[in-house]
């Protein structure tokens, strides 16, 4: 049982009918569907305290309980557009839990595409965010200096450019760079009361976690889709 201080939901969000890659969420990856790698590290975290996987498909729920994960419930339909809201998916499985009586005070959100995170890297993120008393903790990635936010440009109402952080003067050394990140779609933690109080995945107070390039993936078209065999052969590999 996990031994940490606040009850975490591992929610894994896979809706049926997408279109970049077909099926992806349960398309096999190596030997086992994509959705599986997320099943598999939250059961095995010691940090979560249930494993709940949001999808509209019975096909979908069928694989995820082969898998070990619960799918209590089937996600209506009008949650399982293009267009439907990721917080709405959320809250629409918190309202669930709670009508059951099943209270968290922090959801863990893993989205399948992106496979390679592991058991260990959701406990550190779990830990940190504890330690850390943020509203919210998001997995992230470092930007490359030459793209650091620092150094990009944008047009002014003139179309004249102008420094994107708003500064009069480029910073000239990459050296003096400050660090930047961008979101890798790994993990994301929050409050539930930042969730339902706030419809937000970030509250005020947001934290992160660096992860591994290397093994950092977000699966949206095909080409995605041969990055993450790539990585795969990488990992097994080593």
């Avoid at 995820?64 to 339909?77: D, H, I, M, T, Y």
């Avoid at 330690?131 to 620092?150: G, R, Y």
């Avoid at 179309?159 to 993990?187: C, H, M, W």
């Amino acid at each position: 049982m996990p031994t940490n201080s606040l009850k975490i939901l591992a929610l894994i969000t896979a809706r049926s009918g997408s279109k970049g890659v077909l099926d992806k969420n349960i398309r096999m990856l190596g030997e086992k569907p994509l959705i599986a790698y997320s099943i598999e590290a939250a059961l095995n975290s010691n940090s979560i305290h249930r494993t709940i996987v949001s999808t509209d498909s019975e096909i979908y729920a069928g694989i995820s309980k082969n898998f070990g994960a619960e799918v209590p419930f089937l996600r209506p339909a009008y949650l399982a557009e293009d267009s439907s809201a990721s917080i709405d998916v959320v809250l629409h499985a918190l309202e669930y839990l709670t009508e059951k009586g099943d209270h968290f005070d922090a959801v863990c959100l893993l989205q399948p595409t992106s496979p390679f995170r592991s058991k260990d890297f959701i406990d550190r993120a779990i830990n940190q965010f504890i330690e850390s008393d943020a509203d919210a903790l998001i997995s992230v990635v470092p930007v490359p200096h030459e793209f650091n936010p620092h150094w990009t440009f944008e047009p002014n109402k003139d179309n004249y450019l102008k420094i994107a952080t708003g500064e009069k003067s480029i910073i000239k050394r990459r050296q003096e760079l400050p660090p930047a990140f961008i979101r890798d779609g790994s993990v994301y933690i929050t409050k539930t009361s930042v969730l339902l109080g706030q419809k937000s995945f970030y509250g005020e107070r947001l934290t992160y976690i660096v992860n591994d390039p290397t093994l950092s993936v977000n699966i949206d078209t095909e080409q995605d889709w041969k990055k993450a065999e790539e990585k795969l052969h990488l990992l097994q590999d080593n």
